[in-house]
């Protein structure tokens, strides 16, 4: 039986390498992604240049990430995913994610719901490294990361399928 790693560092050690955790805010009913996830949060911060980190990532319902929306963003709904950057040298933070939202998004848009999970982590993650949404211009230039890094890590974990194998991150 092989047990799940957490990196859980304390305050005082060194952050090196990239590491991701993957944890659950709530019971959630389906088996998620937690491999591809990872990856994804990886894939970005290796794109980005990112040699150091620690984020974690947070799965939840929409009864989870309302409250959070409205103390911190001042939204008083349900949204799909909000980040928390923690610190920037080395770059910590957690992303949190409404596998509710993220589901019906996807049905939505027509899309498996572990595709748009990865969009969710990915667009986090960009948000960890300074990107911001607010306007067109930088809208339009994240979200073009975005994309292109979603297709990437999907075309990644298509080939892992086809050669019937597990992706490997260097994430935890």
């Given at each position: 039986?092989?047990?799940?790693?957490?990196?859980?560092?304390?305050?005082?050690?060194?952050?090196?390498?990239?590491?991701?955790r993957?944890?659950?805010?709530?019971?959630?009913?389906?088996?998620?992604?937690?491999?591809?996830?990872?990856?994804?949060?990886?894939h970005?911060?290796?794109?980005?240049?990112?040699?150091?980190?620690?984020?974690?990532?947070?799965?939840?319902?929409?009864?989870?990430?309302?409250?959070?929306?409205?103390?911190?963003?001042?939204?008083?709904?349900?949204?799909?995913?909000?980040?928390?950057?923690?610190?920037?040298?080395?770059?910590?933070?957690?992303?949190?994610?409404?596998v509710?939202t993220?589901?019906?998004?996807?049905?939505?848009?027509?899309?498996?719901?572990?595709?748009?999970?990865?969009?969710?982590?990915?667009?986090?993650?960009?948000?960890?490294?300074?990107?911001?949404?607010?306007?067109?211009?930088?809208?339009?230039?994240?979200?073009?990361?975005?994309?292109?890094?979603?297709?990437?890590?999907?075309?990644?974990?298509?080939?892992?399928?086809?050669?019937?194998?597990?992706?490997?991150?260097?994430?935890?």
């Amino acid at each position: 039986m092989v047990s799940e790693l957490h990196f859980v560092l304390p305050p005082t050690r060194r952050v090196r390498g990239r590491h991701v955790r993957i944890e659950r805010a709530c019971m959630l009913n389906q088996r998620l992604p937690r491999n591809a996830l990872a990856l994804a949060v990886d894939h970005t911060l290796v794109r980005e240049g990112i040699r150091t980190a620690l984020v974690t990532v947070v799965l939840c319902d929409d009864a989870t990430i309302t409250p959070i929306n409205a103390e911190f963003l001042q939204h008083n709904w349900a949204t799909d995913v909000v980040t928390f950057p923690l610190c920037q040298s080395p770059l910590e933070g957690e992303i949190y994610i409404s596998v509710e939202t993220a589901a019906r998004q996807a049905a939505e848009h027509g899309i498996a719901l572990r595709t748009e999970l990865i969009r969710l982590a990915v667009h986090g993650t960009l948000h960890l490294l300074g990107y911001d949404d607010t306007t067109d211009g930088a809208r339009t230039t994240m979200y073009a990361r975005q994309e292109a890094y979603v297709e990437q890590v999907v075309a990644r974990l298509c080939r892992c399928v086809q050669c019937n194998r597990r992706p490997r991150s260097s994430a935890g």
